[in-house]
């Protein structure tokens, strides 16, 4: 009996022992299914939706254009997304994988919108552009040549009341370019009649309607003619007038604005007594004489001499309180220079 208590004992204890190992086992898969360390648990909790990137525009207009619509293509690197666009300030709208246009666009700035719908809605990529259609005022010339002028060099200085715009040239009706934003300047010119025609053009390529031109005639540098002598002799006390005749070598109307005369000699040189005796005088403003184109005049055609024009020119001798009968019979040389202007 007592050893059957014994093994019962011991036998008990054996079964205890057996549900405490099992019910220690189940303890220990729940601690395990739950342990934060699990490698499939961190897995599912990390775990995270990828966006969906922003859209490439791949063409349509930038900065300033002349035309009133505009066309954009775009692309996405993730497959199979659709595309909203917008512009300037509407909502977005659906819009066409291949692109879209607009048409009609008013004056100035404006901004398309392009954003990318698949797993999320991207990030917005965009593009502005103005819309410029109005052509820059004419042009108008600060700086150019004589006309018409002896010199075979021309300078010309240009600008525009628009800012930022570009110019073209078009010299003696050559095709337009592009030339220097301030001015040109040409040498070794042909004589003859030349042109020089400027226009404007701004950013969107318009071209000013009206364009700045310049016509000038470079002529051969010959000299108005001055001829003519006194049509009596000196004598002390005389102040006499100067008829001189005054010709056009030019196929265009001068106006002469001043004449001098200067007299040297006298000859024999041995008379040196009436070197300061004889003077000329002229003009030098104030004068205008009017010659026509290839002619001549002479002025007593315009004055008489009795009422000769004050400043006209003149031969005088002067009457001194010494002998002068050393002055019979010399003569005297006239140089005459003046200045003309195109009438």
């Known amino acids: 009996m007592q050893r059957f208590w014994g093994l019962r004992k011991t036998h008990k204890k054996f079964w205890f022992g057996g549900w405490i190992l099992v019910l220690a086992g189940v303890l220990g898969m729940v601690q395990w299914q739950f342990d934060i360390s699990d490698p499939i648990r961190t897995q599912v909790l990390g775990a995270s939706v990828k966006s969906t990137p922003a859209p490439t525009i791949a063409s349509g207009p930038s900065g300033a254009t002349a035309s009133t619509s505009a066309t954009f293509t775009y692309s996405d690197s993730e497959k199979g997304v659709t595309f909203q666009c917008a512009l300037d300030a509407a909502p977005l709208a659906s819009c066409p994988t291949t692109g879209v246009t607009y048409t009609g666009l008013p004056q100035g700035p404006h901004t398309f919108k392009v954003v990318a719908v698949g797993v999320t809605t ?21 700086k150019t040549p004589d006309d018409p002028t002896f010199d075979t060099k ?5 600008r ?13 009706g050559a095709s337009p370019a592009a030339c220097d934003g301030t001015g040109m300047e040409y040498k070794n010119l042909a004589l003859g009649r030349h042109t020089l025609t400027v226009w404007a053009t701004d950013a969107a390529g318009n071209r000013s309607t009206t364009p700045a031109s310049w016509s000038w005639l470079i002529v051969e540098n010959k000299a108005f003619g001055i001829s003519g002598d006194l049509s009596q002799q000196l004598y002390p006390g005389a102040d006499l007038p100067l008829d001189l005749s005054l010709s056009n070598p030019y196929n265009f109307a001068i106006r002469v604005t001043s004449l001098t005369v200067q007299v040297s000699g006298p000859k024999p040189t041995n008379t040196t007594a009436c070197r300061a005796d004889v003077t000329g005088s002229g003009t030098t403003a104030g004068l205008a004489i009017d010659i026509p184109a290839n002619g001549s005049v002479q002025l007593s055609s315009l004055a008489s001499v009795a ?37």
Do not use: H
């Not at 990529?125 to 109005?134: H, K, L, M, N, Y």
């Not at 021309?154 to 240009?158: D, L, M, R, S």
């Not at 525009?160 to 003696?172: K, P, T, W």
């Open 154 to 158: 021309a300078q010309f200085n240009y």
């Open 122 to 142: 991207s990030a917005a990529a965009s593009r502005s552009w103005t819309v410029d259609t109005v052509a820059p005022p004419a042009p108008t010339f600060s």
């Open 160 to 172: 525009d009341s628009e800012a930022g715009v570009n110019f073209l040239c078009s010299f003696d």
């Open 307 to 343: 009422s000769w024009p004050a400043g006209w020119p003149r031969i005088a001798m002067a009457n001194t309180d010494q002998n002068q009968d050393a002055c019979k019979g010399t003569t005297f040389a006239l140089a005459y220079s003046g200045s003309a202007m195109k009438r």
